[in-house]
């Protein structure tokens, strides 16, 4: 088997996200967001070859079923519904978001980001921002720093084809690790495409 393939393999990607989820938690500190009250949505990965994508996603395909396959800025994103939750601390995230590469290059593949949901009725990433400064005073006062953190910070609203329910997403980006937080869970946009 191809050492890269394996890298992403279930097996190999259920180990590797102890390693993940600290560096996502120094970056949760780093920008002062108290996470732990907050439902882990799913987890991410990053895979830059078509090839590669397609055989990793039929392996993870072994570990749940797919509910969603959405083209979004042009490319395909994946979603499966783990049968077993990845357990991360007191966190268990049922849900992978598996991207189709895009033309952008990954420095490195395997797990890229984490979307947590901060309950909102905000429809646009702006107004989520200002909840989100509501919700975590030390991350708003830490806010004005993040570039001289190091920490890049993005506002979109990304949208499938279908999708009735606005999702605005506030990402905070930093030496390889995302955390991402928006209002609704990846499971009731899905269901909201069904409407």
């Known amino acids: 088997m191809d050492p890269l393939i394996q890298q992403l393999s279930p097996a190999a990607m259920a180990l590797s996200v102890v390693d ?18 907050l ?9 830059n070859d078509q090839v590669v994508a397609e ?22 994103i994946i979603v499966i519904h783990l049968d077993s939750a990845l357990q991360v601390t007191d966190h268990k995230i049922d ?14 593949q ?20 200002e909840q ?21 910070v993005k506002l979109s609203s990304p949208q499938g084809a279908g999708e009735r329910l606005v999702n605005p997403t506030v990402a905070f980006k930093h030496q390889g690790v995302c955390i991402k937080l928006h209002p609704h869970s990846l499971q009731a946009v899905i269901a909201s495409e069904a409407k």
């Open 39 to 47: 439902k882990a949505d799913h987890l991410a990965m990053r895979i």
């Open 110 to 129: 395997g797990w890229e980001h984490v979307e947590f949901v901060v309950p909102s009725k905000a429809q646009t990433a702006e107004q989520l921002v």
């Open 95 to 108: 849900c992978l978001e598996l991207p189709y590469p895009s033309d952008k290059a990954y420095p490195q």
């Open 132 to 152: 989100i400064k509501r919700q975590f005073p030390l991350m708003a006062k830490k806010w004005g720093r993040f570039a001289e953190l190091g920490v890049k």
């Open 20 to 37: 993940f989820w600290q560096k996502m938690d120094a970056l949760a500190q780093l920008i002062g967001l108290d996470y732990h009250d």
């Open 55 to 76: 055989q990793v996603h039929r392996a993870w395909l072994s570990e749940g079923q797919q509910i969603s396959n959405a083209m979004i800025n042009g490319r395909a």
